[in-house]
């Protein structure tokens, strides 16, 4: 049975509706966001401003964070305006990781923390709990996966230490595989999510969710290689039947209650994997791109962001919202079965017995 501190709790159940059910905006994006917006202003991305990343971000809360239950930040850009665009029923998570990865070897990546944050720093400015991205590839070097751990065990601890939640998300990557949009990626992405998952349900991490990436490719399914979601034809790899079972394998690996990404693929094959993860025992969603990304393209014009958001963005947000109502709440996961009964870290028996009644 599950034991949980005053404070990882209470901050748990800020993160979820009031079922228990996770419907989180990301919008901690930077590189990926500095590419777009560099594409959308027909400029390099370094060319990019503060001004721009912290605007894209600030438009985006101000609009879709009323149909969450939570709003993941980076604390550069997201964080100082989030503070006011934020409603005060919707939670807040700060990342911790550098934007970006240091390169091992030819192909291997080591995450890295944001220089001059951390979890205390975090806690101070108001966050309900703390997200580390962490690049996790099975098949890549002890050095490299000794290092990922390690990193995911530092902020565990440090999540502990300050009695906030840790959210942890896994991010596979191809090491001998020209790219991720390959047949030969497509088939090893099942057993890097899952074996991924069974890793870091490990104790020693202190993760209390995790977020995962979808165990397989869609675009690379019998039933919809023909370019269903995208318009391009690929070679089947496996069967629906087959990503259905992988799903129940993340969710048999994973020892704690988990939602899924959606790795800025389209709405549609977004929510395609999201009623998949769902009926296999996911608690909910992570979710950015895949909701607000055809937003970007209309900056500087910050009137048609707006439309753009108040409309089709905020509709792909009700779309997931919906299917999320059939979720398992992340306390009926089996980590915590029998709910009723799960303890606290007992302060206030420890209380009584210091100073008993009065």
């Avoid at 098949?139 to 530092?154: K, N, Y």
């Avoid at 009137?303 to 306390?331: C, D, H, I, K, Q």
Wanted: hydrophobic share 40%.
């Amino acid at each position: 049975m599950a034991v949980l501190s005053s404070g990882k709790l209470t901050n748990l159940l800020r993160l979820a509706d009031a079922s228990g059910r996770f419907k989180m905006l990301a919008i901690d994006q930077r590189d990926s966001l500095r590419n777009a917006l560099g594409n959308a202003t027909r400029r390099e991305p370094k060319d990019v401003t503060y001004e721009d990343m912290a605007t894209t971000k600030a438009l985006i809360t101000e609009v879709l964070a009323p149909y969450a239950t939570a709003t993941l930040v980076d604390p550069i850009y997201g964080w100082p305006r989030a503070v006011k665009a934020i409603p005060g029923d919707v939670a807040m998570l700060v990342a911790t990781e550098d934007t970006g990865y240091e390169r091992a070897g030819t192909r291997g990546r080591k995450s890295r923390l944001v220089d001059g944050w951390s979890v205390a720093k975090a806690k101070r400015a108001g966050a309900n709990a703390v997200k580390l991205l962490v690049y996790y590839n099975p098949d890549t070097s002890g050095e490299v996966l000794s290092h990922q751990q390690q990193l995911a065990q530092r902020v565990g601890e440090a999540c502990v230490a300050e009695d906030l939640p840790f959210l942890l998300e896994l991010v596979t990557y191809p090491t001998e595989e020209p790219s991720a949009d390959t047949p030969e990626f497509a088939r090893r992405r099942p057993r890097h999510t899952i074996e991924s998952a069974r890793e870091f349900s490990k104790g020693r991490y202190q993760v209390d969710i995790l977020k995962l990436e979808f165990p397989g490719d869609l675009k690379y399914s019998r039933e919809f290689h023909v370019g269903v979601f995208d318009g391009r034809e690929r070679a089947p790899v496996y069967s629906l039947e087959e990503v259905q079972g992988y799903c129940r394998e993340v969710d048999a690996a994973a020892q704690r209650p988990w939602v899924i990404l959606s790795g800025g693929v389209d709405i549609k094959e977004f929510l395609a994997n999201l009623d998949l993860a769902i009926d296999a025992g996911a608690s909910g969603f992570l979710c950015g791109r895949a909701i607000w990304k055809d937003v970007v393209p209309r900056y500087p014009d910050l009137g048609a962001m707006r439309a753009y958001l108040t409309s089709a963005a905020a509709y792909n947000f009700v779309r997931a919202n919906a299917v999320v109502e059939r979720a398992r709440p992340w306390f009926a996961h089996p980590s915590f079965v029998g709910w009723d009964e799960v303890r606290l870290a007992d302060e206030g028996e420890q209380w009584y017995r210091r100073f008993g009644e009065r």
